[in-house]
């Protein structure tokens, strides 16, 4: 399931290019499961609409051994520690140079996005309560 997805992103990162529409995806960002795709349509030859979706599950911090490195506390578990996110981001792009979607571009956007984050929180008055939960 997950190779049918990941080829999906792919196909459509490099194949749905059209005149006036642009569907892209940060293949980069599978490495970390911070999964996004980006449409973006053109209006004229210098203006254009943009929309993205990003999710990323909530799931284990990645490059947890840094963390843990970085951190010296026996309190703070960093397997423990569970992160996520959501976001929708619209984005109007006036492009600057001579042709359609190409070149640099001055873009105003809006986005919200939702993070959850939870963790285990040795309280030293009760240390078997349940794990602290940040929306």
């Given amino acids: 399931m997950k190779i049918k997805i990941l080829l999906l992103l792919i196909l459509t990162s490099c194949f749905c290019t059209a005149q006036?529409?642009?569907?892209?995806?940060?293949l980069s960002g599978l490495a970390i499961k911070n999964y996004n795709i980006l449409y973006e349509r053109a209006f004229t030859r210098l203006?254009?609409?943009?929309?993205?979706?990003?999710?990323?599950?909530?799931?284990?911090v990645p490059l947890?051994?840094?963390i843990e490195k970085m951190v010296d506390n026996s309190d703070f578990k960093v397997n423990e520690f569970r992160l996520g996110n959501t976001a929708i981001t619209g984005e109007g792009r006036l492009y600057l140079g001579l042709r359609k979607l190409r070149g640099f571009y001055i873009a105003p956007y809006l986005r919200y996005s939702s993070f959850k984050m939870s963790m285990p929180i040795k309280n030293p008055n009760n240390t078997t309560g349940p794990p602290i939960v940040f929306n």
Avoid: E
């Fill in 20 to 26: 006036n529409n642009i569907l892209k995806t940060n």
């Fill in 64 to 66: 947890k051994s840094q």
């Fill in 47 to 60: 203006f254009s609409f943009s929309i993205g979706l990003r999710h990323m599950k909530q799931a284990n």
